[in-house]
């Protein structure tokens, strides 16, 4: 009897000591509590507590991704935008982060959306489109200035989706073809005077040598007759007209 008495308490012994046998990993910290209370942090390793008096939380202190789930802003000039955002985030205060806030993932994402729409709400709609950076920048301020409290550091936020309503996206879809067809128009456009100046300069120089205007006539002819398709006006000079015109004058008369 005395020896299974004796085992119970060695098996009780060695369950009391296993159970106070914590491991911390590099990543965690641990928020210890005596008797409910805050005690101090522990560090990564090996660590022991007092059974039944003494309890211990850990705390990831990784970065973590936190949605800010899609959602419809009114901008400055009245236009609605569906928007979504993620918030990078970590632990740097261990202590803050389990006695400050209940659960400081999901005020983090509360607080994100409230600071997405103040900031949203101030801009117009073309600012939101163009600069995305900008409207990330102002809602880290925001919220890392909040969640400072929290022991949370806030390390990025980025917007990903801006979603128009339809009739708005037709609208741009116009705006955009309108753009590209007045770009087309003025580069044509210059084109077309930096063609002209190059012609009149190559008729000044054609007009300036003799033959010159001839042979280019000619070679204008080889090039075109190359195409079986092609049908060929040769142009007459006007000297050879008046020549002809003359010569029958002449014939006329002596008849």
């Not at 008096?53 to 236009?79: F, G, H, L, W, Y």
């Not at 806030?101 to 600012?127: P, W």
């Not at 939101?128 to 550091?153: F, H, N, Q, S, Y």
Request: net charge positive; with cysteine.
């Amino acid at each position: 009897m005395i020896d299974i008495c004796l085992g119970l308490l060695v098996f009780a012994a060695f369950l009391l000591a296993l159970s106070s046998v914590r491991i911390i990993y590099e990543y965690e910290r641990g928020v210890l509590f005596t008797l409910g209370k805050f005690s101090r942090i522990m560090n990564p390793g090996l660590r022991i507590i007092v059974p039944l008096i003494q309890s211990m939380r850990k705390v990831d202190t990784r970065i973590k991704t936190v949605d800010i789930p899609k959602q419809e802003v009114m901008t400055r000039d009245n236009v609605p935008v569906s928007i979504n955002a993620v918030v990078y985030m970590k632990v740097i205060n261990a202590e803050k982060a389990v006695l400050k806030i209940q659960n400081y993932i999901y005020a983090v994402s509360q607080y994100g959306q409230t600071a997405l729409r103040d900031v949203i709400g101030n801009k117009e709609l073309d600012f939101v489109l163009t600069e995305r950076a900008k409207i990330a920048d102002e809602i880290k301020l925001i919220v890392d200035k909040e969640t400072d409290e929290w022991g949370i550091d806030i390390t990025a936020i980025k917007v990903q989706d801006i979603e128009l309503p339809t009739d708005m996206k037709r609208v741009m879809a116009r705006q955009a073809e309108a753009e590209r067809e007045k770009r087309a128009t003025i580069i044509k456009s210059t084109g077309e005077v930096i063609a002209s100046k190059n012609l009149q300069e190559a008729a000044f120089k054609l007009s300036a040598a003799p033959g010159a205007l001839h042979l280019r006539t000619l070679q204008t002819l080889a090039d075109i007759s190359s195409d079986q398709s092609n049908t060929i006006i040769i142009p007459i000079p006007m000297e050879i007209l008046k020549a002809v015109e003359g010569f029958a004058k002449t014939a006329k008369k002596k008849t």
